[in-house]
């Protein structure tokens, strides 16, 4: 039973804001229609129709904080700002920068034999020779395994960045036009009921007095 109580109060926590709108649109008719007078009904209107733009500068106002883009005021104050001066300013340049090098070199040392060597010699260098290569791959392989694994965490560790800004900026664009759009169907709303009441006054007070 807690549960789906608890259930219950979000479902109709979900639909706030359009009972909001609602409500406020009943609340302003409701009261212009019990005083039954013109301007009433005419300021009810405006009142709706203020309310509209209030909500449309809101979402707008909620959408720019979330996009990190200035006001308009702000906006205004950079144009002012930047108008061009009779005299340009000179711009200097000023350029800085560094150069390292660095080298390693593996030094090996092939063992080599006379012309006139025994057999038993030319055995010795060969074998030593192929020591000096089996060091030099082994050596290899070291650097390719410690370069790759670099690498591959590196990778692994740009694709999980990417992945989280990406899923950062889907929930912002979300959210934004979420947002924006429940504003923005409430200011909707709360226009065009008040335009109805401010332009066909006149006409609801002369249905409302004959009904």
Excluded: Y
Aim: aromatic residues 6%.
């Amino acid at each position: 039973m807690f549960n789906w109580i608890t259930r219950l109060l979000h479902w109709l926590a979900s639909a706030r804001l359009a009972a909001f709108a609602i409500a406020v649109v009943v609340a302003a008719v409701a009261i212009s229609f019990l005083v039954r007078t013109e301007p009433a009904i005419r300021l009810a209107g405006l009142c709706l129709q203020l309310l509209g733009i209030l909500a449309a500068a809101l979402g707008i106002r909620d959408t720019r904080r979330m996009f990190g883009k200035p006001s308009f005021l702000q906006s205004l104050r950079n144009w002012a700002t930047s108008w061009p001066r009779f005299k340009p300013k000179v711009q200097h340049v000023s350029a800085s920068g560094s150069l390292s090098i660095g080298s390693s070199a593996s030094a090996t040392v092939w063992r080599g034999v006379a012309a006139d060597a025994t057999l038993e010699r030319r055995v010795e260098a060969i074998e030593a020779n192929l020591k000096s290569v089996e060091g030099r791959l082994r050596s290899a392989e070291g650097a390719i395994s410690t370069n790759e694994r670099a690498l591959t965490s590196k990778l692994q560790q740009e694709s999980q960045e990417r992945s989280t800004q990406i899923e950062e900026l889907h929930r912002k664009v979300e959210a934004a036009s979420a947002d924006g759009l429940r504003l923005a169907a409430a200011g909707a709303f709360w226009l065009a009921v008040g335009g109805v009441l401010s332009t066909a006054s006149p006409e609801l007070l002369a249905l409302l007095c004959s009904a």
